[in-house]
Protein backbone atom coordinates (compact mmCIF):
# COMPACT_ATOMS: atom_id res chain seq x y z
CA UNK A 1 0.00 0.00 0.00
CA UNK A 2 1.05 3.43 -0.98
CA UNK A 3 0.34 6.57 0.06
CA UNK A 4 0.64 9.70 -2.45
CA UNK A 5 3.37 11.40 -0.61
CA UNK A 6 5.85 8.15 -0.65
CA UNK A 7 4.61 8.03 -4.74
CA UNK A 8 5.91 11.62 -5.20
CA UNK A 9 9.23 10.77 -3.31
CA UNK A 10 9.65 7.66 -5.46
CA UNK A 11 8.86 9.69 -8.90
CA UNK A 12 10.76 12.86 -7.97
CA UNK A 13 14.17 10.44 -7.32
CA UNK A 14 13.55 8.51 -10.47
CA UNK A 15 12.90 11.71 -12.31
CA UNK A 16 16.06 13.10 -11.18
CA UNK A 17 18.12 9.94 -11.27
CA UNK A 18 16.82 9.49 -15.36
CA UNK A 19 16.96 13.25 -16.03
CA UNK A 20 20.55 14.10 -14.40
CA UNK A 21 21.61 17.54 -13.03
CA UNK A 22 21.89 19.42 -16.30
CA UNK A 23 19.19 18.81 -18.92
CA UNK A 24 16.22 20.13 -20.16
CA UNK A 25 12.46 18.72 -20.43
CA UNK A 26 9.17 19.26 -22.58
CA UNK A 27 5.77 18.62 -21.50
CA UNK A 28 2.69 19.27 -24.03
CA UNK A 29 -0.06 20.07 -21.70
CA UNK A 30 -3.67 19.02 -22.96
CA UNK A 31 -5.86 20.30 -19.90
CA UNK A 32 -6.90 17.13 -18.89
CA UNK A 33 -5.91 15.31 -15.32
CA UNK A 34 -3.07 13.13 -16.68
CA UNK A 35 -0.31 15.74 -18.44
CA UNK A 36 -0.93 17.93 -15.84
CA UNK A 37 -0.21 15.69 -13.22
CA UNK A 38 2.77 14.42 -14.72
CA UNK A 39 4.44 18.08 -15.30
CA UNK A 40 3.61 18.82 -12.03
CA UNK A 41 5.72 15.47 -10.82
CA UNK A 42 8.30 16.44 -13.11
CA UNK A 43 8.47 20.47 -12.04
CA UNK A 44 8.94 18.85 -8.40
CA UNK A 45 11.68 16.74 -8.97
CA UNK A 46 13.63 19.77 -11.71
CA UNK A 47 12.07 22.92 -11.11
CA UNK A 48 12.32 25.50 -14.19
CA UNK A 49 14.33 22.77 -16.56
CA UNK A 50 10.60 21.90 -17.61
CA UNK A 51 9.12 23.76 -20.29
CA UNK A 52 5.50 22.98 -20.73
CA UNK A 53 3.91 23.45 -24.03
CA UNK A 54 0.16 23.97 -24.53
CA UNK A 55 -1.38 24.51 -28.02
CA UNK A 56 -4.58 26.18 -28.05
CA UNK A 57 -6.18 24.72 -31.10
CA UNK A 58 -9.89 26.61 -30.74
CA UNK A 59 -11.66 23.49 -29.96
CA UNK A 60 -10.71 23.93 -26.18
CA UNK A 61 -14.55 24.12 -24.44
CA UNK A 62 -14.62 27.60 -22.10
CA UNK A 63 -12.87 28.50 -19.72
CA UNK A 64 -10.29 25.74 -20.44
CA UNK A 65 -7.47 27.70 -21.63
CA UNK A 66 -7.52 29.71 -18.38
CA UNK A 67 -7.73 27.35 -16.35
CA UNK A 68 -4.46 26.02 -17.53
CA UNK A 69 -2.88 29.29 -18.24
CA UNK A 70 -3.53 31.06 -15.07
CA UNK A 71 -4.81 28.29 -12.48
CA UNK A 72 -2.40 25.71 -13.14
CA UNK A 73 0.49 28.03 -13.45
CA UNK A 74 -0.70 29.58 -10.71
CA UNK A 75 -0.69 26.76 -8.00
CA UNK A 76 2.00 24.49 -9.88
CA UNK A 77 4.57 27.03 -10.83
CA UNK A 78 5.49 25.69 -14.38
CA UNK A 79 7.28 27.80 -17.48
CA UNK A 80 4.51 27.59 -19.77
CA UNK A 81 4.53 28.52 -23.46
CA UNK A 82 0.70 28.96 -24.76
CA UNK A 83 0.83 28.42 -28.75
CA UNK A 84 -1.94 30.00 -30.07
CA UNK A 85 -3.17 27.87 -33.21
CA UNK A 86 -6.31 28.52 -33.48
CA UNK A 87 -6.90 30.46 -37.12
CA UNK A 88 -4.21 27.46 -38.94
CA UNK A 89 -6.26 24.59 -37.05
CA UNK A 90 -9.77 26.51 -38.76
CA UNK A 91 -7.91 26.73 -41.77
CA UNK A 92 -6.93 22.99 -41.89
CA UNK A 93 -10.76 22.23 -41.24
CA UNK A 94 -12.43 24.13 -43.71
CA UNK A 95 -15.10 22.36 -45.53
CA UNK A 96 -14.59 19.07 -43.96
CA UNK A 97 -17.12 17.01 -42.99
CA UNK A 98 -15.46 13.37 -42.50
CA UNK A 99 -14.68 12.39 -39.07
CA UNK A 100 -11.76 10.25 -39.62
CA UNK A 101 -10.75 12.89 -41.94
CA UNK A 102 -11.39 15.82 -39.27
CA UNK A 103 -9.15 13.47 -36.44
CA UNK A 104 -6.66 12.89 -38.92
CA UNK A 105 -6.24 16.56 -39.63
CA UNK A 106 -6.59 17.84 -35.61
CA UNK A 107 -3.74 15.58 -35.17
CA UNK A 108 -1.44 16.14 -37.60
CA UNK A 109 -1.51 19.37 -36.90
CA UNK A 110 -1.17 19.36 -33.77
CA UNK A 111 2.28 17.44 -33.70
CA UNK A 112 3.46 20.17 -36.73
CA UNK A 113 2.36 23.09 -34.06
CA UNK A 114 4.23 21.14 -30.92
CA UNK A 115 7.37 20.39 -33.17
CA UNK A 116 7.48 24.04 -34.25
CA UNK A 117 7.35 25.23 -30.77
CA UNK A 118 9.99 22.44 -29.64
CA UNK A 119 12.40 23.72 -32.42
CA UNK A 120 12.07 27.41 -31.44
CA UNK A 121 12.58 26.01 -27.42
CA UNK A 122 15.20 23.83 -28.59
CA UNK A 123 17.09 26.77 -30.23
CA UNK A 124 16.49 29.36 -27.77
CA UNK A 125 18.06 26.92 -25.02
CA UNK A 126 20.55 26.09 -27.32
CA UNK A 127 21.23 29.99 -27.38
CA UNK A 128 22.02 30.69 -23.56
CA UNK A 129 24.65 27.73 -23.88
CA UNK A 130 22.94 24.87 -22.62
CA UNK A 131 22.69 21.09 -25.17
CA UNK A 132 19.40 21.73 -25.68
CA UNK A 133 16.01 19.99 -24.75
CA UNK A 134 16.44 15.90 -24.54
CA UNK A 135 13.25 15.19 -22.51
CA UNK A 136 9.56 14.62 -23.66
CA UNK A 137 7.09 14.32 -20.10
CA UNK A 138 3.88 11.68 -21.56
CA UNK A 139 0.80 11.50 -19.05
CA UNK A 140 0.72 7.75 -19.83
CA UNK A 141 -0.98 5.46 -17.30
CA UNK A 142 -0.40 2.10 -16.62
CA UNK A 143 -3.99 1.11 -18.14
CA UNK A 144 -2.57 2.95 -21.89
CA UNK A 145 0.97 0.54 -21.41
CA UNK A 146 -1.01 -2.73 -21.30
CA UNK A 147 -3.35 -1.83 -23.73
CA UNK A 148 -0.79 -0.75 -26.06
CA UNK A 149 1.31 -3.79 -25.27
CA UNK A 150 -1.92 -6.34 -25.04
CA UNK A 151 -4.12 -7.48 -27.23
CA UNK A 152 -3.91 -6.80 -31.21
CA UNK A 153 -6.92 -7.49 -33.99
CA UNK A 154 -9.11 -5.11 -32.33
CA UNK A 155 -10.93 -2.79 -35.16
CA UNK A 156 -10.14 0.30 -34.99
CA UNK A 157 -13.11 2.41 -34.60
CA UNK A 158 -12.28 5.66 -34.36
CA UNK A 159 -8.41 6.92 -34.72
CA UNK A 160 -7.83 8.77 -31.38
CA UNK A 161 -6.23 11.72 -30.96
CA UNK A 162 -3.86 12.08 -27.60
CA UNK A 163 -1.77 14.60 -26.39
CA UNK A 164 -0.03 11.80 -25.39
CA UNK A 165 0.18 10.13 -28.98
CA UNK A 166 2.90 12.12 -29.97
CA UNK A 167 5.61 10.30 -33.24
CA UNK A 168 7.97 7.91 -31.74
CA UNK A 169 10.19 9.69 -33.89
CA UNK A 170 11.01 12.05 -31.64
CA UNK A 171 14.54 13.29 -30.62
CA UNK A 172 13.94 12.55 -27.33
CA UNK A 173 13.82 10.30 -24.21
CA UNK A 174 10.29 9.72 -22.62
CA UNK A 175 9.72 10.21 -19.07
CA UNK A 176 6.57 8.89 -18.20
CA UNK A 177 6.06 9.01 -14.16
CA UNK A 178 2.45 8.11 -14.41
CA UNK A 179 3.64 4.32 -15.85
CA UNK A 180 2.44 2.37 -12.76
CA UNK A 181 -0.72 4.70 -11.91
CA UNK A 182 -4.35 4.05 -12.82
CA UNK A 183 -6.83 6.96 -13.13
CA UNK A 184 -7.24 7.42 -9.47
CA UNK A 185 -4.28 7.24 -8.54
CA UNK A 186 -3.02 9.71 -10.66
CA UNK A 187 -6.00 12.18 -9.00
CA UNK A 188 -5.07 11.46 -5.69
CA UNK A 189 -1.37 12.16 -6.49
CA UNK A 190 -2.62 15.50 -8.65
CA UNK A 191 -4.07 16.85 -5.36
CA UNK A 192 -1.37 16.15 -3.44
CA UNK A 193 0.72 18.17 -5.65
CA UNK A 194 -1.52 21.00 -5.40
CA UNK A 195 -3.25 20.52 -8.97
CA UNK A 196 -5.93 22.47 -8.98
CA UNK A 197 -9.49 20.45 -8.53
CA UNK A 198 -11.09 22.12 -11.79
CA UNK A 199 -8.14 20.00 -13.77
CA UNK A 200 -7.71 16.92 -11.12
CA UNK A 201 -11.62 16.48 -11.07
CA UNK A 202 -12.30 16.59 -14.88
CA UNK A 203 -14.18 14.11 -16.51
CA UNK A 204 -12.72 12.58 -19.93
CA UNK A 205 -12.32 14.93 -22.70
CA UNK A 206 -11.08 13.81 -26.38
CA UNK A 207 -7.98 15.49 -27.96
CA UNK A 208 -9.60 16.48 -31.17
CA UNK A 209 -12.13 18.63 -28.94
CA UNK A 210 -14.95 20.31 -29.95
CA UNK A 211 -13.81 19.75 -33.44
CA UNK A 212 -15.58 15.88 -33.45
CA UNK A 213 -18.61 17.47 -31.69
CA UNK A 214 -19.78 19.50 -34.32
CA UNK A 215 -21.57 17.09 -36.88
CA UNK A 216 -20.67 18.78 -40.11
CA UNK A 217 -18.31 21.36 -40.70
CA UNK A 218 -16.17 22.94 -38.29
CA UNK A 219 -16.41 27.29 -38.11
CA UNK A 220 -15.81 29.68 -35.79
CA UNK A 221 -19.44 30.56 -35.47
CA UNK A 222 -20.22 26.55 -34.81
CA UNK A 223 -17.74 26.86 -32.08
CA UNK A 224 -19.15 29.72 -29.99
CA UNK A 225 -22.29 27.90 -30.40
CA UNK A 226 -21.03 24.43 -29.07
CA UNK A 227 -19.07 26.07 -26.62
CA UNK A 228 -21.72 28.34 -25.29
CA UNK A 229 -24.17 25.36 -25.01
CA UNK A 230 -21.43 22.89 -23.15
CA UNK A 231 -20.91 25.36 -20.72
CA UNK A 232 -24.40 25.56 -19.32
CA UNK A 233 -24.41 22.47 -19.34
CA UNK A 234 -21.70 21.19 -17.27
CA UNK A 235 -22.52 24.36 -15.21
CA UNK A 236 -26.06 22.76 -14.42
CA UNK A 237 -24.74 19.09 -13.78
CA UNK A 238 -22.43 20.62 -11.46
CA UNK A 239 -25.00 22.56 -9.71
CA UNK A 240 -27.33 19.38 -9.52
CA UNK A 241 -24.17 17.41 -7.52
CA UNK A 242 -23.67 15.26 -10.78
CA UNK A 243 -20.68 15.05 -11.59
CA UNK A 244 -19.53 11.98 -9.42
CA UNK A 245 -22.59 10.03 -11.17
CA UNK A 246 -21.83 10.90 -15.00
CA UNK A 247 -18.40 9.39 -16.88
CA UNK A 248 -19.35 11.93 -19.38
CA UNK A 249 -22.10 14.30 -20.89
CA UNK A 250 -20.99 15.33 -24.69
CA UNK A 251 -22.55 17.87 -26.01
CA UNK A 252 -22.91 17.84 -29.72
CA UNK A 253 -23.85 20.55 -32.17
CA UNK A 254 -25.91 18.95 -35.10
CA UNK A 255 -24.79 21.79 -37.38
CA UNK A 256 -26.43 20.21 -40.87
CA UNK A 257 -29.71 19.71 -39.23
CA UNK A 258 -32.54 22.41 -38.91
CA UNK A 259 -35.71 22.64 -37.81
CA UNK A 260 -38.43 25.35 -37.10
CA UNK A 261 -39.44 26.92 -33.77
CA UNK A 262 -41.59 29.72 -32.35
CA UNK A 263 -39.47 31.92 -30.01
CA UNK A 264 -41.31 35.25 -28.50
CA UNK A 265 -43.93 35.56 -31.41
CA UNK A 266 -41.45 34.77 -34.64
CA UNK A 267 -40.66 31.76 -36.41
CA UNK A 268 -36.70 30.04 -35.82
CA UNK A 269 -34.74 28.04 -37.89
CA UNK A 270 -32.27 26.72 -36.09
CA UNK A 271 -30.06 24.01 -35.31
CA UNK A 272 -30.35 21.09 -32.32
CA UNK A 273 -27.94 20.29 -29.63
CA UNK A 274 -27.94 16.87 -28.39
CA UNK A 275 -27.47 15.78 -24.87
CA UNK A 276 -25.26 12.61 -24.30
CA UNK A 277 -24.60 11.84 -20.50
CA UNK A 278 -23.22 8.45 -20.33
CA UNK A 279 -22.43 5.85 -16.88
CA UNK A 280 -19.83 3.68 -17.36
CA UNK A 281 -16.60 2.00 -16.39
CA UNK A 282 -13.74 2.37 -18.38
CA UNK A 283 -15.42 4.17 -21.89
CA UNK A 284 -15.14 0.53 -23.73
CA UNK A 285 -19.02 0.26 -22.55
CA UNK A 286 -21.40 2.98 -21.57
CA UNK A 287 -25.36 3.00 -20.98
CA UNK A 288 -26.99 6.74 -20.79
CA UNK A 289 -27.55 8.14 -17.85
CA UNK A 290 -31.05 8.51 -16.47
CA UNK A 291 -30.36 12.53 -15.95
CA UNK A 292 -33.58 13.55 -13.33
CA UNK A 293 -36.61 15.73 -15.57
CA UNK A 294 -36.13 18.88 -13.91
CA UNK A 295 -32.26 18.87 -14.55
CA UNK A 296 -32.81 17.78 -18.18
CA UNK A 297 -35.55 20.66 -18.26
CA UNK A 298 -33.39 23.67 -16.92
CA UNK A 299 -30.71 22.65 -19.63
CA UNK A 300 -33.03 22.52 -21.88
CA UNK A 301 -34.37 25.83 -21.14
CA UNK A 302 -31.58 28.07 -20.61
CA UNK A 303 -30.09 26.43 -24.22
CA UNK A 304 -32.67 27.17 -25.81
CA UNK A 305 -33.22 31.02 -24.35
CA UNK A 306 -29.20 31.77 -24.08
CA UNK A 307 -27.86 30.50 -26.93
CA UNK A 308 -28.67 32.01 -29.92
CA UNK A 309 -29.14 29.73 -33.12
CA UNK A 310 -30.28 26.73 -30.79
CA UNK A 311 -34.21 26.40 -30.73
CA UNK A 312 -33.86 22.09 -29.98
CA UNK A 313 -32.40 20.24 -27.15
CA UNK A 314 -32.58 16.30 -27.62
CA UNK A 315 -31.51 13.19 -25.10
CA UNK A 316 -29.42 10.59 -26.71
CA UNK A 317 -30.46 7.19 -24.94
CA UNK A 318 -28.69 4.75 -26.83
CA UNK A 319 -26.11 2.44 -24.87
CA UNK A 320 -22.49 1.51 -26.29
CA UNK A 321 -22.74 -0.50 -27.96
CA UNK A 322 -24.08 -0.01 -30.10
CA UNK A 323 -23.45 3.62 -30.10
CA UNK A 324 -20.12 5.13 -29.03
CA UNK A 325 -19.89 7.65 -26.33
CA UNK A 326 -18.89 10.69 -28.90
CA UNK A 327 -20.91 11.18 -32.16
CA UNK A 328 -17.72 11.11 -33.95
P1 LIG B 1 -16.02 6.55 -27.93
O1 LIG B 1 -16.65 7.68 -28.68
O2 LIG B 1 -15.04 5.78 -28.77
O3 LIG B 1 -15.17 7.21 -26.76
O4 LIG B 1 -17.03 5.65 -27.27
C1 LIG B 1 -14.59 6.48 -25.71
C2 LIG B 1 -13.88 7.47 -24.79
O5 LIG B 1 -12.75 8.03 -25.44
C3 LIG B 1 -12.87 9.43 -25.51
N1 LIG B 1 -12.30 9.82 -26.81
C4 LIG B 1 -11.05 10.27 -26.98
N2 LIG B 1 -10.09 10.55 -26.08
N3 LIG B 1 -8.69 11.23 -27.84
C5 LIG B 1 -8.93 11.05 -26.52
O6 LIG B 1 -8.04 11.34 -25.73
C6 LIG B 1 -9.61 10.96 -28.79
O7 LIG B 1 -9.37 11.13 -29.98
C7 LIG B 1 -10.85 10.46 -28.33
N4 LIG B 1 -11.99 10.10 -28.98
C8 LIG B 1 -12.86 9.71 -28.01
C9 LIG B 1 -14.34 9.72 -25.38
O8 LIG B 1 -14.56 11.04 -24.91
C10 LIG B 1 -14.74 8.65 -24.41
O9 LIG B 1 -14.38 9.01 -23.09
Redesign the pocket.
Known amino acids: DWTPGEVIEEQVERIRQQIGPDAKVLCALSGGVDSAVAAALVHRAVGDRLTCVFVDHGLLRKGEREQVEEDYVKAIGVRLVTVDAREQFLGELAGVTDPEMK?KIIGREFIRVFEQAETQLVAESQEDGGDGIRFLVQGTLYPDVVESGGGSGTAN??????VGGLPEDLKFELVEPLRTLFKDEVRAVGRELGVPEVIVARQ?????GLG?RIIGEVTQERLDLLREADAIVREELTAAGLDESI??C?VVLLADVRSVGVQGDGRTYGHPIVLRPVSSED?MT?DWTRLPYDVTARISNRITNEVDGINRVVLDVTS?PPG???WE
Open positions: RIKSHHNPFPGPIWQPAAKTIE
